[in-house]
């Protein structure tokens, strides 16, 4: 059975940093390229970052770009999203997904995703 497990959410200040994990289990993790999406309250889903299976290449959308870092440890079956700066924007529900997909021209696309974790919450708030 497939599982993606996120945790480190909660409650952050403006500038402050967070780190999330995803942990997997039920398939083969280095085999398939994993990302971050996150929901705002009342909003879509939308793409913030993610890495291919070897984690040689990367991709976040523009709203994160030089504070959201996306990595992976294979061997640990985990997915990280390191996150500094955070804003009051940034707040919402983040979701780790996998996809057996290889082109990162399919990164921002829900639909390339087959597994889904059920989302960590991250508040940024003074």
């Known amino acids: 059975q497939v599982q993606l497990v996120e945790s480190g959410g909660g409650l952050v200040q403006p500038g402050g940093s967070l780190r999330l994990s995803c942990a997997a289990s039920?398939?083969?993790?280095?085999?398939?390229?994993m990302g971050w999406f996150r929901q705002a309250p009342g909003k879509e889903r939308e793409f913030v970052a993610a890495?291919?299976?070897?984690?040689?290449?990367?991709s976040y959308t523009d709203f994160v770009k030089g504070r959201f870092t996306i990595s992976r440890v294979n061997a640990k079956n985990t997915l990280y999203l390191q996150m500094n700066s955070l804003k009051p924007e940034d707040t919402g529900d983040y979701y780790c997904?996998?996809?057996?997909?290889?082109?990162?021209?399919?990164?921002?696309?829900?639909?390339?995703?087959?597994?889904w974790g059920q989302g960590t919450q991250v508040t940024v708030s003074s």
């Open positions: 997904a996998a996809g057996g997909f290889t082109s990162s021209l399919a990164f921002t696309n829900m639909a390339n995703y087959d597994y």
């Open positions: 039920g398939y083969t993790f280095s085999r398939y390229t």
């Open positions: 890495i291919t299976w070897s984690g040689s290449t990367t």
